[in-house]
């Protein structure tokens, strides 16, 4: 299976038994966090505040809640994409490894066109951006499930990712913004599915590894006299 740490190398692909076991579970949890996600979307305090300020600089609630929505919206996108023959594969890490600079200021040309593509998918507002999710969902349901973990699909129009290593991705941009959403709208952060949030759990130390390193990071989690400070995958 297309599984993280099954297309990397060196000492990202030494972690890879941890996540593999939850291989079978990525699409269903997929699915399950996207629905609660969707609770959040048809909150009545996401329309009374859409135009305010979002707990992330320079965003938006609106924006915000249309970059959460693109964690689904961009997965039908994917799929529907042509992968050329012969393109690299990464996986989950990589993907994010490459996907940008997470110092980057609000200015950076990268972080102006996340924003913007956030406000384009917030469409028209809060009850139009919640009925789309909940399309683009029921969508999704059965064409995954028709859909082997190792589908080739095309992300940053060069790479290639296993439908399952795409699916981390998405999981993690639902789990990290729907956090950030609740935050901004004064809410308690819903649960997701603790399969769910194995996988992204999993998924961001091993970014985090290869941010900062294995002692570092066990040193972090395990030991307060000596963990070095802020350990952040992003």
Known sequence: MGWC???GSGDAGRNAPAVR??????????????AV?????????????????????????????????????????????????G????????????????????????QRHIRARGEQAAGTGATD??????????RLEPRLADLPSEHPVLVFDRWAMPLDQCLITRLIELAVHLDDLAVSL????????????????TTLARIARA????VPLLRALSRRERAPGVITAF
């Open 37 to 85: 996600v969707s609770a959040l979307l048809h909150d009545s305090r996401l329309a009374d505040r859409w135009t305010q300020p979002s707990a992330l600089r320079d965003f938006r609630i609106s924006g915000l809640a249309g970059h959460l929505g693109r964690a689904v919206f961009n997965v039908e996108r994917y799929l529907d994409a042509p992968v050329p023959a």
């Open 186 to 201: 004064g809410v308690p952060t819903p649960d997701i599915p603790d399969e769910a949030a194995d996988v992204v759990v």
């Open 211 to 214: 941010h900062h390193g294995t």
């Open 5 to 7: 740490g099954t297309h």
């Open 87 to 110: 393109v690299d594969q990464i996986d989950a890490v990589r993907y994010f490894l490459t996907a940008g600079d997470p110092q980057a200021g609000p200015e950076d040309p990268t």
């Open 129 to 138: 951006l919640a009925d789309r999710f909940d399309a683009a969902r029921a």
């Open 21 to 34: 076991n939850l291989a079978n579970v990525v699409a269903a949890e997929f699915l399950a966090t996207a």
